[in-house]
């Protein structure tokens, strides 16, 4: 193979890498928070793209009246909540109005606004705030529930927001205007500089998570949820806010991924669902529980597949999906030999 196709085929699996890493970390930070496997993160990739592209087209997101809805649900619920709690609802109530109101205005100002920073910001906070309520649905009425009962609401929540993506934008595709159109030469290889930002907010995602969760007060209350919720709980941690912060964060990331990939590959319904399965498949590799081994798991599946397109197109997927599958034989079979020890 000649130096430079390697080069290329490289830069490209970095590249995409770095869009799936987006989506790792946001599994990552869920699954070592919750211990669910929120296998809607995808569809939070495709909900960002989408979103970006009605406000660069001049339009209001269709998903600003769903997640206003759906807002009003969580907040009778919160209410009903604080009643029989025997507490005041007045601060649920305006702390949801309050909320509300900002996303509207922020939202509205996007779509009547020609500056991208204002947009992607838009654009993040909406898909951002999807998290928690969808926390607050699925997953806060029984945090307690095993395992595969958590995946299969994270399953069904899925199959609810993939064909919403389809009623809401509909079949076509929409272009995406880059952050910069301008292009770079590395070693003969013509590299988008659209690239090299994915490439250094997957970077910068990863250092701030480490920052979140080795010096900040929220970042040590979801540590301690994830290593052992009642004891958390006893000790004054508010579980069920962590939760919802932990599903807000990773909302907001796999939306950045989706905004950032959209100029590069056209922004529709379907694009996130194959990018979150190969995000799931590096997060696999990195054990759900480690960022730097997430991180460097994806970028093995971006590099594996950019070479497999290359020498064989039509099996491009299934060879990234194999990859999954001695991950898994090798874990299961440490945990029976663990289990045999003890």
Known sequence: MDSSITVFLGVDGLTNGAVYALVALSLVLVYTTTRVVNVAQGDYLTFGALSFASFASGSLTPLVHLVLGVGVVAMALDIRRAIVCK???IAPLLRYLAAGLALAALTLAASHSQSMPLQMIAALVL??????IIYQ???EPDPGNPPIVLLTCSVGVTLILH???LLLWGTDSRTVEPISAQRLSLGGVDLAMQSI???AAALLMTLALFAFFRWSLYGKALRAAS????????????VGTVGRLSYFIAAGMSALGGMLLAPLVTAHYEMGFVVGLKGFVGAVMGGLVAYPLSLLGVFVVGVFESFSAYFSSAFRDAWVFALVLPILLWRNASHGADLDEH
């Open 127 to 132: 898909v951002a705030a999807m998290g928690p």
């Open 227 to 238: 290593i052992h919720r009642e004891g958390a709980l006893y000790c004054g941690v508010p």
């Open 137 to 139: 649905l699925t997953v």
């Open 163 to 165: 064909p919403l993506g």
């Open 87 to 89: 507490r005041s609802p």
């Open 197 to 199: 930002f994915i490439l």
